[in-house]
Protein backbone atom coordinates (compact mmCIF):
# COMPACT_ATOMS: atom_id res chain seq x y z
CA UNK A 1 0.00 0.00 0.00
CA UNK A 2 1.45 3.04 -1.41
CA UNK A 3 1.84 6.30 1.51
CA UNK A 4 2.25 9.80 1.10
CA UNK A 5 2.22 11.80 4.19
CA UNK A 6 2.72 15.06 4.11
CA UNK A 7 3.44 17.74 7.31
CA UNK A 8 4.90 20.91 8.00
CA UNK A 9 1.90 23.16 6.79
CA UNK A 10 0.45 26.22 9.16
CA UNK A 11 -0.07 29.75 9.09
CA UNK A 12 2.76 32.00 8.61
CA UNK A 13 3.49 35.94 8.04
CA UNK A 14 4.21 37.00 5.00
CA UNK A 15 8.07 36.90 5.00
CA UNK A 16 8.46 34.06 6.84
CA UNK A 17 9.55 30.33 6.20
CA UNK A 18 7.86 27.11 6.25
CA UNK A 19 9.59 23.29 5.82
CA UNK A 20 7.56 21.00 4.53
CA UNK A 21 7.85 17.34 5.01
CA UNK A 22 6.59 14.17 2.61
CA UNK A 23 7.41 10.94 4.03
CA UNK A 24 6.36 7.89 1.15
CA UNK A 25 6.19 4.13 2.06
CA UNK A 26 5.05 1.37 -0.07
CA UNK A 27 7.33 2.60 -3.35
CA UNK A 28 11.08 2.10 -4.67
CA UNK A 29 11.24 5.93 -3.48
CA UNK A 30 15.09 6.13 -4.32
CA UNK A 31 13.96 5.81 -8.66
CA UNK A 32 11.04 8.19 -8.52
CA UNK A 33 10.69 11.57 -9.39
CA UNK A 34 9.45 13.37 -6.85
CA UNK A 35 7.06 16.54 -6.57
CA UNK A 36 5.12 19.27 -4.46
CA UNK A 37 2.32 20.61 -6.21
CA UNK A 38 -0.28 23.64 -4.90
CA UNK A 39 -4.03 24.40 -5.25
CA UNK A 40 -5.28 27.72 -4.39
CA UNK A 41 -9.09 27.92 -3.81
CA UNK A 42 -10.67 28.77 -7.54
CA UNK A 43 -6.98 27.42 -9.35
CA UNK A 44 -6.09 24.84 -11.32
CA UNK A 45 -3.29 22.63 -9.01
CA UNK A 46 0.22 23.47 -10.41
CA UNK A 47 3.57 22.37 -10.07
CA UNK A 48 5.64 23.90 -7.33
CA UNK A 49 9.10 21.85 -7.44
CA UNK A 50 10.14 18.38 -8.30
CA UNK A 51 13.62 16.63 -7.92
CA UNK A 52 14.50 13.24 -9.93
CA UNK A 53 15.80 10.38 -9.01
CA UNK A 54 19.35 11.99 -10.44
CA UNK A 55 18.76 15.01 -8.51
CA UNK A 56 18.07 17.28 -10.75
CA UNK A 57 15.10 20.29 -10.08
CA UNK A 58 13.39 21.68 -11.34
CA UNK A 59 10.88 25.00 -10.09
CA UNK A 60 7.95 26.87 -10.96
CA UNK A 61 9.49 30.76 -11.92
CA UNK A 62 7.23 32.11 -9.17
CA UNK A 63 9.15 30.47 -6.44
CA UNK A 64 12.71 30.78 -7.98
CA UNK A 65 15.01 31.65 -5.59
CA UNK A 66 12.49 31.15 -2.37
CA UNK A 67 12.26 27.67 -2.25
CA UNK A 68 14.58 24.44 -2.47
CA UNK A 69 13.25 20.84 -3.10
CA UNK A 70 15.55 17.88 -1.28
CA UNK A 71 14.77 14.62 -1.49
CA UNK A 72 16.79 11.95 1.53
CA UNK A 73 16.47 8.78 -0.07
CA UNK A 74 17.81 6.74 3.39
CA UNK A 75 14.64 8.36 5.09
CA UNK A 76 12.03 7.92 1.62
CA UNK A 77 11.59 11.95 2.75
CA UNK A 78 11.50 14.65 0.14
CA UNK A 79 11.22 18.33 2.07
CA UNK A 80 10.14 21.61 0.57
CA UNK A 81 11.93 24.54 1.71
CA UNK A 82 9.96 27.61 1.58
CA UNK A 83 11.55 31.36 2.39
CA UNK A 84 10.06 34.63 2.32
CA UNK A 85 6.88 33.18 1.62
CA UNK A 86 3.75 35.66 0.19
CA UNK A 87 0.41 35.50 0.55
CA UNK A 88 -0.29 34.08 -3.01
CA UNK A 89 2.02 31.56 -1.81
CA UNK A 90 -1.56 30.14 -0.02
CA UNK A 91 -3.02 26.94 -0.87
CA UNK A 92 -2.82 23.34 -0.09
CA UNK A 93 0.19 21.73 -1.24
CA UNK A 94 0.72 18.34 -2.45
CA UNK A 95 3.38 15.69 -2.78
CA UNK A 96 3.64 13.61 -5.34
CA UNK A 97 5.50 10.31 -6.73
CA UNK A 98 6.11 9.55 -9.94
CA UNK A 99 7.42 6.52 -11.95
CA UNK A 100 5.22 3.68 -13.39
CA UNK A 101 2.07 5.11 -11.42
CA UNK A 102 1.34 8.34 -10.18
CA UNK A 103 0.57 9.27 -6.52
CA UNK A 104 -0.40 11.99 -4.43
CA UNK A 105 -0.85 12.45 -0.62
CA UNK A 106 -3.63 14.08 1.33
CA UNK A 107 -1.99 17.64 1.19
CA UNK A 108 -1.26 19.99 3.65
CA UNK A 109 -2.46 23.70 3.76
CA UNK A 110 -0.19 26.78 4.14
CA UNK A 111 -1.53 29.73 4.91
CA UNK A 112 0.61 32.91 4.32
CA UNK A 113 -1.58 36.05 5.80
CA UNK A 114 -0.86 38.68 8.67
Known amino acids: QVQLVESGGGLVQPGGSLRLSCAAS????????MGWYRQAPGKQRELVAA???????NYATSVKGRFTISRDNAKNTVYLQMDHLKPEDTAVYYCNARWANNYWGQGTQVTVSS
Open 51 to 57: VTSGGST
Open 26 to 33: GIEFSINT
